[in-house]
């Protein structure tokens, strides 16, 4: 008797699929790691001065800021959707929707939330040159998921 050992079919993945997993996981890491080390003080008044600050409204600590970064954790999820796409069934009704997998839309989701919080940054904080980095960022995820190979890579199918 022979014992066989099934091997996973062979992926192709576009590069635009490649990319967008890139930056996802990029942009996730960083949004947790920075949105922890708002949350509880990490680097102190060196790293975040606080009259940052005074320029937001209804904000007087960076806890909040740091909250809403650690939805990054939502990149570092899409991201995995993206290489992955792993079949779940609670999204199926997204998915219907848009005819792509789930992974798809919130790619396109992502980048455009990170577009506009780097539009309220310029506008409210100092500029760094970070900020034209990470703007990049949510506008290649806007775009990259639109190309057809990223698209029928992604199909419902």
Same mark, same amino acid.
């Given at each position: ?46 790293? !975040? ?5 005074? =320029? $937001? ?9 740091? /909250? @809403? *970064? ?51 940054? !310029? ?5 760094? =040159? $970070? ?9 290649? /995820? @806007? *775009? ?14």
């Amino acid at each position: 008797m022979t014992l066989t050992v099934a091997r996973a079919p062979e992926v192709h993945r576009p590069l635009p699929v490649t990319i967008v997993t890139a930056l996802l996981g990029v942009l996730g890491i960083g949004a947790v790691g920075g949105g922890f080390a708002m949350t509880f003080g990490i680097g102190g008044e060196s790293m !975040l001065p606080g009259e940052y600050l005074d =320029a $937001l409204p209804l904000v007087n600590s960076w806890v909040v800021p740091g /909250l @809403i *970064l650690m939805i990054g954790f939502g990149s570092l999820l899409a991201a995995f959707g993206v290489w992955r796409r792993p079949a779940w069934a609670w999204l199926g009704g997204l998915e219907r929707l848009t005819g792509h997998h789930w992974s798809w839309i919130a790619t396109i989701v992502i980048g455009v939330g990170q577009v506009i919080w780097i539009t309220l940054e !310029l506008v409210s904080i100092p500029f760094s =040159a $970070l900020m034209p980095t990470f703007g990049a960022i949510g506008l290649a /995820l @806007i *775009l990259l998921p639109l190309t057809f190979s990223m698209r029928g890579y992604l199909d419902e199918g």
